[in-house]
């Protein structure tokens, strides 16, 4: 066994567009599933004048549960950051009338309710995090290796990723294994059939913060907000989340 072929591949340059979409993907996900994994869960079946929004969370209890676990700076960092992952189609307002907004306004992610857009970009996460979820229940997959009495935590060998692909039905050729590796792991250099340690981008993502989500989009152009404006009347007042208003008085859960 050479020593150079033993090197962990995780330094990172300044990734393209579809890497960079794919790693905010990664961190809104890594969110999801610890809102759904909080004591009292923030993410659950709400009602609102006596409509259900399955698997929904309120903006402002979000924003209070990212300051008090210092995922965030300050409330105004935390809003911009869950815009940046609705930008990105990570999560939306249940009815598609707002920006994410430290109000109480329902919100759900696209993963809860099946409603990632049909792109490439989705749907390979979504084919990542399938082969993810996979491997971590193989325990001798993902672990901590050691090499030359240096210690790496949570990597696999590149060669049995792609016996592993093969052998459960997730590529039908080497040559598919490879190009799944490439999709899915944290590396800057190409994704190799053979003795090489690498590391999946979601456990690279557990020891980031929420915050990070900012760092990725730096040297970019302002973002485009979508406009939600020119939603039709019936659209709105249709009872699918946007209360109608009563007099004088808004309804906080869809107020504009």
């Not at 209890?61 to 950051?81: F, G, T």
């Not at 210690?151 to 060669?159: I, N, P, Q």
């Not at 800057?188 to 989009?217: A, I």
Request: with cysteine; net charge positive.
């Amino acid at each position: 066994m050479q020593r150079h072929n033993t090197e962990i591949r995780n330094h990172r340059v300044s990734p393209p567009s579809s890497q960079r979409k794919m790693d905010i993907m990664a961190i809104g996900e890594e969110l999801r599933l610890r809102l759904h994994a909080v004591d009292e869960p923030l993410i659950k079946d709400r009602r609102y004048h006596l409509k259900l929004y399955p698997s929904s969370f309120v903006g402002q209890e979000v924003v209070d549960w990212l300051i008090k676990n210092r995922e965030a700076e300050s409330r105004e960092q935390a809003v911009e950051v869950m815009r940046t992952l609705q930008d990105y189609n990570v999560l939306h307002h249940v009815c598609d009338d707002h920006e994410f907004k430290d109000e109480f306004l329902f919100y759900r992610f696209r993963k809860d309710d099946g409603t990632y857009p049909d792109e490439s970009d989705s749907a390979a996460f979504a084919r990542g995090q399938r082969i993810y979820s996979r491997l971590k229940l193989d325990k001798s997959m993902i672990k901590d290796r050691k090499y030359h009495l240096k210690s790496y935590k949570k990597c696999f060998v590149g060669k049995e990723l792609v016996d592993w692909l093969v052998a459960n039905g997730e590529a039908s050729t080497r040559d598919e294994g490879l190009r799944e590796g490439r999709e899915h792991v944290c590396d800057d250099h190409h994704f190799r059939d053979e003795f090489l340690f690498y590391r999946f981008k979601n456990d690279e993502v557990e020891t980031k913060k929420f915050s990070d989500v900012l760092s990725l989009l730096k040297g970019m152009s302002p973002r485009v907000r979508r406009n939600t404006k020119g939603r039709s009347r019936k659209e709105t007042a249709n009872g699918t989340g946007t209360p109608k208003r009563s007099g004088t008085q808004r309804e906080q859960i869809g107020r504009a």
